[in-house]
């Protein structure tokens, strides 16, 4: 399957998390790698940001529901994601 939203999803929740209420650091990310998600997904943080990450992972959620016919093999899904 595809991580990148269970990333996405755990990189925001850290980000709002790791500073305090006082504005004191509550802890630092110190590190991103991984296969697959864990490798690509810092790369478009950084790239992209975090509003523009998104929002170019929820249209791709929308393109697969509407044309679901296209993305049925893993092979294809695939093709498509990286275009």
Request: net charge negative; glycine share 8%; no cysteine.
């Given at each position: 399957?595809?991580?990148?939203?269970?990333?996405?999803?755990?990189?925001?929740?850290?980000?709002?998390?790791?500073?305090?209420?006082?504005?004191?650091a509550?802890?630092?990310?110190?590190?991103?790698?991984?296969?697959?998600?864990?490798?690509?997904?810092?790369?478009?943080?950084?790239?992209?940001?975090?509003?523009?990450?998104?929002?170019?992972?929820?249209?791709?959620?929308?393109?697969?529901?509407?044309?679901?016919?296209?993305?049925?093999?893993?092979?294809?899904?695939?093709?498509?994601?990286?275009?």
């Amino acid at each position: 399957g595809n991580y990148d939203a269970y990333y996405m999803g755990i990189a925001m929740v850290l980000e709002r998390a790791k500073t305090r209420p006082d504005g004191s650091a509550a802890f630092t990310i110190q590190r991103h790698a991984g296969a697959s998600a864990g490798g690509m997904m810092p790369f478009e943080l950084a790239l992209k940001k975090e509003t523009t990450t998104l929002e170019s992972h929820l249209s791709y959620g929308v393109l697969s529901e509407q044309y679901a016919s296209w993305y049925k093999s893993a092979v294809m899904a695939m093709y498509l994601e990286d275009h």
